[in-house]
């Protein structure tokens, strides 16, 4: 188990490091083009958690179809339950992109007005 969690831990913290340097880059390439870093705060962690919800209840709602479909058809369980969590997981996705879609549209024709 060990021998799992330390490279693990190492390639999260690169990974971390990565993104907080690329992110600081950004910010400051937008300054220095005279643009107001705050436009990067557009409600991004609201949409983040509303797309992770969304994928979360996608992931139990195909663990429990896959349990269902395992129970009552002769189909494997591991198939059941991976295609069930796939499918149902792409759905929720594919909800929330047309959420955002939708959002989009809608502010759109708002500046328009």
Do not use: W
Request: glycine residues 8%; proline residues 1%.
């Amino acid at each position: 188990m060990e021998d799992v969690l330390v490279p693990l831990g190492a390639f999260t913290m690169v990974v971390a490091i990565v993104f907080i340097l690329a992110r600081r880059k950004e910010r400051l390439t937008l300054i220095q083009h005279g643009a107001d870093a705050s436009m990067l705060k557009m409600d991004k962690a609201s949409n983040s958690s509303l797309k992770f919800g969304l994928l979360m209840v996608g992931v139990a709602l195909g663990i429990l179809l896959g349990n269902v479909i395992s129970e009552t058809t002769s189909i494997q369980e591991e198939v059941a339950f991976f295609s069930m969590t796939l499918i149902c997981g792409g759905i929720s996705l594919l909800v929330y992109y047309g959420m955002m879609k939708k959002q989009s549209k809608d502010e759109d024709s708002i500046k328009k007005d």
